[in-house]
C-alpha cells in the first residue's frame, strides 16, 4: 500500500512538471548545470524543477553573465568546456535541443538582436545569422577583443554595435553591418573612469549600457562610446552583474551577497535600496523578464536559484526557491514561446 501511494505521488509530480512545461505561455526560468555533461534547468517561478535537458557539450565557465540568452522562443546556453552553443526550441511539449553551433573561442556570454546570435568567446566576438528554422552554424563575422587574454565577461548589443566588457579593464565596442553582422574591430569606449578595475557585467538598452566596475564599487554609463555617468554602490561591495526593469536597476553584489536597487533615467543613476534581497551565497547572474527578476548565488558547490515577483515600484517580493548541487552559470526568465 505504501508502494502504491509512492508511486501515485511520484506520477502527480511528474504529471504536474509534464502539464506546466506545455503551457508556453507560462514563464519559466532557465539556467545551466555547468557541469562537464551540461544540462539546460528548467523552473517555473515557484522554484519547481520542471525538466533537464542536456546541452549535448560540456560547461565549466565562471567570472562571466549572460551565460544563457532567449528570444522568441529560442534558448542559448554556453558549452564552455566544449567550444560550443546550444540552441533550444520551445514548444508545447517543452525545451527541445535543435542544434550545436561551433564557437571561434571558448564561449562565456551569447546574446540576441538584430536577426543574429552574438557570440562572446574567451578571446574573441562573433555573428551567427538567425532564419526562420534555425542558425546558421557559421560565423558571419568574427572579431578578435583587444585583450583577447581569457578574461572576457559579458556581451550586450547596442542599436548598431555590440558592447563587451573583458575583466583585464576594458571595455569595448564592435560595430556591426546594416544586417547586424560583425563588421569591424574593437575600440576601447571613451571617457572610462581612471580607477577602472575589472569591468564585469552590462545591460544593454537602445543606445547604452549600464557596465559594472566591480573592483572599484561603481556602475557606469555608456552611450555614443562614451562613460558619461558613473556612480557608487555605496556600502555593497563589487556589484558585479546587472539587470534592467524600466526605470529600475538592478545590481547583484557578489561579496556582499545582496542586490541593489538603482533608479535610472537619462543620465542620471540613483541608488534606492542598497539592500533590495539579501542571500546565503555569492550571487553569480542576475535576469529580469516578464515581471519576475531571477537570481543564482553559490557557496562552496551549491547554487541556489532566488526567484522574485517585480511590482510597479520596484520592490522584489521573492515568489520561489531551489538549491541545486552544483555550479550553476547563466539564468533568463522567459515569458511566452513568441518573446
Known amino acids: 500500500m505504501k508502494i502504491s501511494h509512492h508511486l501515485c505521488t511520484v506520477a502527480?509530480?511528474?504529471?504536474?512538471?509534464?502539464?506546466?512545461?506545455?503551457?508556453?505561455?507560462?514563464?519559466?526560468?532557465?539556467?545551466?548545470?555547468?557541469?562537464?555533461?551540461n544540462d539546460l534547468l528548467v523552473y517555473d517561478v515557484s522554484g519547481r524543477m520542471l525538466a533537464t535537458v542536456p546541452t549535448g557539450g560540456a560547461g565549466g565557465v565562471n567570472g562571466n553573465a549572460g551565460g544563457i540568452a532567449s528570444k522568441s522562443g529560442r534558448v542559448a546556453v554556453i558549452n564552455f568546456g566544449s567550444m560550443n552553443v546550444s540552441v533550444f526550441q520551445r514548444s508545447d511539449a517543452g525545451f527541445h535541443l535543435e542544434q550545436l553551433i561551433p564557437s571561434a573561442s571558448s564561449p562565456v556570454s551569447v546574446a540576441f538582436g538584430h536577426r543574429h546570435l552574438y557570440i562572446l568567446g574567451a578571446t574573441s566576438v562573433e555573428s551567427h545569422e538567425i532564419f526562420e528554422f534555425g542558425v546558421s552554424l557559421g560565423s558571419d563575422?568574427?572579431?578578435?577583443?583587444?585583450?583577447a587574454d581569457g578574461s572576457a565577461a559579458q556581451v550586450g548589443v547596442l542599436e548598431n554595435q555590440l558592447i563587451v566588457t573583458e575583466k583585464s579593464n576594458a571595455i569595448e565596442t564592435i560595430p556591426l553591418s546594416s544586417d547586424g553582422a560583425v563588421a569591424g574591430v574593437p575600440s576601447l569606449v571613451n571617457n572610462v573612469p581612471n580607477n577602472v578595475n575589472t569591468p564585469l557585467g552590462l545591460i544593454a538598452r537602445d543606445d547604452e549600457a549600464y557596465v559594472t566596475i566591480a573592483h572599484a564599487n561603481e556602475i557606469s554609463l555608456v552611450r555614443n562610446d562614451?562613460?558619461?555617468?558613473?556612480?557608487?554602490?555605496?556600502?555593497?561591495?563589487?556589484?558585479?552583474?546587472?539587470?534592467?526593469?524600466?526605470p529600475w536597476l538592478y545590481s547583484s553584489n557578489s561579496p556582499s551577497q545582496s542586490v541593489s536597487r538603482y533608479l535610472v533615467y537619462g543620465a542620471e543613476i540613483t541608488q534606492k535600496d542598497a539592500v533590495a534581497a539579501s542571500f546565503n551565497g555569492a550571487p553569480t547572474d542576475i535576469a529580469y523578464h516578464s515581471g519576475y527578476l531571477a537570481v543564482i548565488d553559490g557557496?562552496?558547490?551549491?547554487?541556489?536559484?532566488s526567484v522574485f515577483h517585480?511590482?510597479?515600484?520596484?520592490?522584489?517580493?521573492?515568489?520561489?526557491?531551489?538549491?541545486?548541487?552544483?555550479?550553476?552559470?547563466?539564468?533568463?526568465?522567459?515569458g511566452d514561446r513568441y518573446e
Open 299 to 305: 557557496i562552496g558547490g551549491t547554487s541556489h536559484l
Open 226 to 246: 562614451a562613460v558619461i555617468a558613473t556612480t557608487g554602490s555605496g556600502t555593497q561591495m563589487a556589484p558585479c552583474w546587472l539587470a534592467l526593469d524600466g
Open 310 to 334: 517585480v511590482g510597479p515600484d520596484g520592490n522584489l517580493v521573492r515568489k520561489g526557491f531551489s538549491t541545486v548541487a552544483a555550479p550553476i552559470n547563466g539564468v533568463a526568465v522567459l
Open 12 to 37: 502527480f509530480v511528474c504529471a504536474s512538471a509534464i502539464s506546466a512545461l506545455a503551457q508556453p505561455d507560462k514563464p519559466v526560468v532557465v539556467t545551466a548545470s555547468n557541469t562537464t555533461s
Open 141 to 147: 563575422g568574427t572579431a578578435t577583443l583587444l585583450k
